[in-house]
């Protein structure tokens, strides 16, 4: 059965830090992508960052770009999402999901992924 449980959230202050964690199971990564998406009040689901677990190829939305760094660690199926100089505008759900037949990162738009996790809560005061 696979699953992804994502950790890390909480509440932080505009400027500060914080790193996500995305744990796989019922499911290899060495062939697969991997992406973290977000959904804040009212708007649309953003799909930020995602990489290959094969190859390492990544993948940054301009929103992020710069000041989010998605790594995996495949010896224990985690993938990571370090966030810095978090502002306001990033409060929001934090998803990670899986595309387990294709290692592509692609538009990291969401669509192919066919696993998500519960998400976790990210709140940025100002």
């Known amino acids: 059965q696979v699953q992804l449980v994502e950790s890390g959230g909480g509440l932080v202050q505009s400027g500060g830090s914080l790193r996500l964690s995305c744990a796989a199971s019922g499911f290899s990564l060495d062939y697969s992508a991997i992406g973290w998406f977000r959904r804040a009040p009212g708007k649309e689901r953003e799909g930020l960052s995602c990489?290959?677990?094969?190859?390492?190829?990544?993948y940054y939305a301009d929103s992020v770009k710069g000041r989010f760094t998605i790594s995996r660690d495949n010896a224990k199926n985690t993938v990571y999402l370090q966030m810095n100089s978090l502002k306001p505008e990033d409060t929001a759900v934090y998803y990670c999901?899986?595309?387990?037949?294709?290692?592509?990162?692609?538009?990291?738009?969401?669509?192919?992924?066919?696993?998500w996790g519960k998400g976790t809560l990210v709140t940025v005061s100002s």
């Open positions: 990489i290959s677990t094969s190859d390492g190829s990544t």
């Open positions: 999901a899986a595309d387990t037949y294709s290692d592509s990162v692609g538009n990291c738009d969401g669509m192919d992924m066919d696993y």
